[in-house]
């Protein structure tokens, strides 16, 4: 368990820099009392909605921890308890880090771009470990305490079961916060925008505009809880995941199967220490590029990530050389008469290597790609702002246009990386380069966390009435959080797509060790081939949810927005004093209730992919059998992940795209700010909005949470609990 | 081959109705002068277009017809020329009759609402049995030639083949057709609008705006010659491949064979007598209703089609309570150890019968979903409407949540039917629910070819300056038509759902009788399960095709409008009698932009789903093998349609939708024309031209050419050519 032992140590390392930057952050000025009264405010109202959400989430979750209790026992419980309240966490503590830098950020760029730079990044980076580390310390710990405390075989059924479970935790507060937060967010700026800058004729982040802290705590509690959740839920899914599956798959030859199942927890620990190094790398050049320092960054990290990778797996298996899982493998009665079977057996470490390497390559191009779909600098987002000059019509024309055409590339990018790491080691090499992928994911979600600080310090900067020169600083800052924002979600939902497919890897494995349990005659009684139309029902039936799932979203901002409105003219109408200055409006209100609105609306479209596996497979088990229910749930869980995959990419890489075509003609190009080319490119942000920021991110927890209430399903219906 | 013969002499009766009513409606007056010279211009525009187009793909076709004729034979070939030759002559007849039609439905709305609807429903007729008809002669005709005349066995590779290469002559063309009338259409009214509407502040077709006539013009080639097109290919695939699939699936009882293989013929003849008994009671009734009349001739047709199906089904099989296909189906090789295998022994002609209700059912069921999601009676388009009262952007996103919603319950209808007549009799059952739904495409088709008439006659009432009160009714008879052309496009998907599943039927059992001849060992070599890793990227590379697609489809409109509004504000510059009134327009040099414009645009998207079928095949049998090579094919024609179904029905329903939703509004609701709302309506109408009309419908063709194709690729490495 050494390997374990050290995966666990670097956890701790990570949620020790966290704590030590946090103290960093904290000791910086927070500005003059005005400032410290806004941030105040905000600071206020995202603990609000924070608590309120999480004691809506807690009641939900309390259900689920009592039934996965009854169905799958007591060890499965606790793992579910204790992936939702480290997710939980995770997101808690990142978010009041977020709200604490964004006045510091304000006021250190009041000397320098360097200054807002640092402390902008270290509290995202604070956020980024804490995400890495608590994942990788909830997976590490469990598994520490179920096989060297408890004495249970490294992949014993009481581990797979309370893996999972943990899994299903993390997943069930993500999808919530992902949706929740995503909700509240873009229901008050949008909301904000609406009855603000197009009603009222008032700029963006004025303090006149009741709804102008909700929209600011809505940055922290979406782009910064939300984001964190899921995050630390990805982390936690895929690594799960692969450590599931090699459990599974690579029968009992224990000598292998310890060394080969903490490999993923050491490869996370490895990669947070070369993420930490990646943030101090975080500088600005001689061209002041910001990107270009965020960059730094993550290429180091990236980088250095190789040699360390290379010799976590040297370490973690001796001889690269040997075979791995060979003959024992294939031989197993669980592998027969797989596509599956036919390549497990026989790989090495080599291989296995090489598949993370391909991890690490499908994270640069897809950062690559998405920065190309949604930066100023490129095509695409210079023809939606080309497209702004003849009108709203033919902006949003274009950003549709942009968005579909922006799934090809990562396409075609994690088709060849499915493909490779399949030759390389079969299923378990797809696991692999899964997990390589999440390795980074501190850094990622640094990158992304530091968005909602950046934001949130430029309101703050225009609310208090700083100079222009700070503005205009905090302004460039912002720029960036936009591509950042949508890297970390095309990277999210690209690993989505690996982690699904090892998790429909695991559920028919699972399917046929439990053949007996279930009631479903042989090995191989599951028809999983296209020609079974049960498997062409489930494909579209899952094809479905992301449609239905956005669709309800996209309403949710859209009615939540109209409170705001609501609430906001009603303000107006009762107080002069708002317009007039003279008075302050009650921006308590606003926030509570934006609040009440998102956590209701996020009920129902949550429970969506909690509920369908569970409908579907009954209700065709009852019309076609058992053998046909279990087919077509099992493409379902395709389904979801073949059509998720598209609308994710196309609403997040869209609606970054359609944001930043805004910022570009703001930066003086097609007219400006102002001209009508900018109305309509105003359109288009605010329809990018919901799409970038509440349903297509959200599309990514949904997936994974269809796929591990499948597993659960199979593991409750074969009834091994009592683990 | 009586029964043949009888379905041959059903579609000569529809040939013929074409004509008589041809005469009818030329008989009609065609106006005064200025109307003759307005229809004159259009007439020459839509015709210059088609010839221009025809041009261009039947350059595309030789080329393929010669390819064709290498790999497989010259009785493919001369197929493949039958197919195309007759869909263009569906497109070209049709909206010959429309561009006529439409100045006679002008003149006839003079004296009464109901002579406006006889005229205008009349044309739409006329296209919609000669669409039906024309189909119906091509397969039975080819069928009887092949069976009768040469003496093949009705079940022949060659007879198989011929149908096949039948079917991809009519989908080549109207990929082609539908797409590059798509993009005309759209670019044409997008140019118009943007330049004429929103720039010189002219109203909607003004004879000044020199777009105005390529804007009439693109109706006839986009509506009615493309849509034609579309649902010639989709008949003829339709009926085609459920011949082709019993053909494969029915081993060698020469008795029942002829018969079921005839059966698909006879329902479509019959169900073309009850389409044409249904024209004649489109009749306004006392409320007026325009939709009520149209609606009293599809429920006639559908109603009548019940009994006529009944008697079809019994006067070619006999006893319908005999099993067909039974042991000897189930006992062939091809199907040995497919789920095919397990349904298709055993079925009766009272369970084709019910497959045949279900078809009806699914038919009625999308149409009633679609009025609802783009009909102004219900929430939908009232949520669009009432979202414009915010702006721009909220009607934007409320009518993306309406697209993405409006996709759940097609999904679940089309679940429920393949499930339903997969129990009944296997994919065969499907099959014949698909043949059923096609079969009421003459009248499916007479409600949609009356849109485009009825929006050119408004033109007309306008640009010639007729009376208030006759606009008036030709608006009335306008708006009905929007509902009208979503309802077939829903028609037109849903089927293709259900014919695609057939097509890959067709593709996998094809692969198993080919398997030595395509060099794979044994029947089930081919491993399609979704735990090959080469199935899910092939579902993955298939769902990114109607993405890509449809990205391609939307640039190419932006594009293209561009053009339209640079010309006609240059002849706006170098003629200011053009706005004066004082000079005529060039419409002929803006029809011929849009002209060159569309051509050009629509040759690369549409070789997409001709030419990724061959690549995918070709590079993943490179990598990994044929078996591989072709499972991910398989899963290929899968993906396109799992991912196509709910793209073409989100763009066609929302695109409905919001056109509805501005039509509401400038009845008066929410401020009426010249509000606020009404510019943010005229956006979103703007946003879903060339979703409703560009890329949702082509996908529908799409789907079934790269499944066609798949078909081709086998016959052509099985080398069965020179039949």
């Known amino acids: 368990m050494t390997v374990t032992l050290i995966a666990i140590a670097c956890g701790v390392i990570a949620v020790l820099y966290g704590l030590l930057t946090s103290r960093q952050v904290l000791a910086q000025p927070a500005g003059n009392q005005r400032m410290v009264d806004i941030a105040g405010a905000i600071q206020e109202g ?3 909605y924070l608590a309120r959400q999480y004691t809506t989430i807690a009641i939900v979750g309390v259900v689920v921890a009592v039934l996965v209790g ?33 006045v510091r950020t304000a006021e250190a760029a009041r000397t320098s771009l360097q200054g807002g730079l640092t402390t902008a990044f ?59 937060g995503g909700i509240f967010t873009k229901a008050a700026d949008v909301g904000a925008d609406l009855v603000g800058k197009v009603e009222a004729g008032i700029p963006e982040d004025d303090p006149r505009n009741p709804a102008v802290i909700a929209d600011n705590v809505g940055d922290n509690v979406g782009d910064c809880a939300g984001m964190a959740a899921d995050l630390f839920e ?25 060394a080969l199942m903490s490999l993923p927890l050491i490869v996370g620990g490895v990669c947070i220490i070369t993420s930490i190094i990646g943030t101090y790398m975080v500088r600005l050049g001689r061209g002041q590029s910001i990107m270009g320092a965020l960059y730094k960054g ?60 391909i991890g690490l390559g499908v994270t640069a191009l897809l950062v690559w790609i998405t920065e190309y779909y949604t930066g100023t600098k490129y095509r695409p987002v210079k023809s939606i702002a080309k497209a702004s000059e003849t009108g709203h019509g033919t902006n949003v024309i274009q950003g549709l246009a942009i968005s579909l055409e922006s799934t090809a590339l990562p396409t075609i990018v994690i088709c060849v990386a499915i493909i490779a790491s399949y030759l390389l080691a079969g299923l378990i090499g797809i696991a692999f380069a899964a997990t390589a992928m999440l390795a980074l994911a501190g850094m990622v979600v640094a990158l992304d966390a530091y968005g909602p600080v950046t934001d949130n310090a430029g309101g703050i900067a225009e609310m208090s009435g700083m100079e222009d020169e700070v503005r205009h600083r905090t302004d460039a800052l912002d720029a960036v959080g936009n591509t950042t924002k949508a890297v970390t979600k095309g990277y999210a939902i690209g690993s989505a797509a690996l982690a699904a497919l090892v998790l429909f890897g695991a559920y028919t494995t699972d399917l046929r060790e439990f053949s007996t349990e279930l009631g479903i005659g042989g090995g191989n009684a599951v028809d999983f ?40 003219r009603d303000q107006f109408a009762n107080d002069k004093g708002i317009m007039a200055g003279t008075s302050r409006p009650n921006y308590a209100r606003t926030v509570d209730l934006v609040t009440r609105a998102a956590i209701k609306e996020m009920i129902v ?119």
Request: hydrophobic content about 55%; charged content about 10%.
């Open 46 to 48: 995202a603990r609000a």
């Open 70 to 102: 009854l169905f799958l026992g007591l060890t499965p419980a606790i793992g579910f308890i204790v992936g939702a309240i480290l997710s939980g966490v995770a997101g808690f503590i990142g978010m009041n880090i977020s709200v604490k830098a964004n």
């Open 122 to 180: 270290r509290s995202g980076a604070i956020t980024g470990m804490l995400v890495a580390g608590l994942a990788l310390l909830a997976i590490s710990g469990f598994f520490y305490v179920m096989v060297a405390v408890r004495g249970h075989a490294p992949n014993d059924r009481a581990v797979v079961d309370a893996l999972v479970a943990l899994a299903f935790g993390a997943s069930l507060i993500s999808i919530f916060a992902r949706l929740g």
């Open 234 to 258: 990805t982390y936690v899914v895929t690594v799960g995941a692969t450590m599931v599956l090699t459990a599974l798959l690579i029968g009992n030859a224990a000598g292998d199967i310890l």
């Open 298 to 357: 993550f290429w180091t990290t990236a980088l250095l990530s190789i040699p360390a990778l290379f010799i976590a797996t040297r370490l973690t298996l001796g001889d690269l050389n040997q075979q791995i899982g060979g003959a024992e493998a294939a031989g197993t009665d669980l592998d027969a008469g797989s596509a599956v079977a036919a390549q497990t057996g026989g790989f090495t470490g080599w291989d296995l290597f090489w598949c993370m390497m």
């Open 529 to 568: 081939s296209l020609s079974n139309p049960y498997v062409v029902v489930g494909l579209l039936l899952g094809a479905l949810l992301p449609y239905l799932f956005g669709a309800m979203g996209m309403t949710a901002v859209g009615r939540a927005a109209g409170n705001v409105v609501i609430d906001v």
């Open 605 to 723: 479209p949550s429970l969506l992919p909690v509920l369908t596996p569970i409908v579907v497979y009954f209700v065709i088990a009852a019309v076609a059998g058992r053998e046909q229910g279990f087919a077509a749930l099992g493409a379902l869980l395709l389904g979801v992940i073949v059509s998720g995959l598209f609308v994710a990419i196309s609403m997040t890489s869209g609606g970054g795209a359609w944001d930043n075509a805004k910022k570009y003609i703001e930066d003086g190009n097609h007219g400006g700010k102002g001209s009508e080319a900018h109305k309509a490119a105003v359109t288009g942000d605010t329809v990018g909005d919901p799409y970038k920021d509440t349903a297509g991110p959200a599309v990514n927890p949904m997936i994974k949470i269809t796929n591990i209430v499948a597993l659960l399903l199979l593991a409750a219906l074969a009834g091994h609990g009592a683990g």
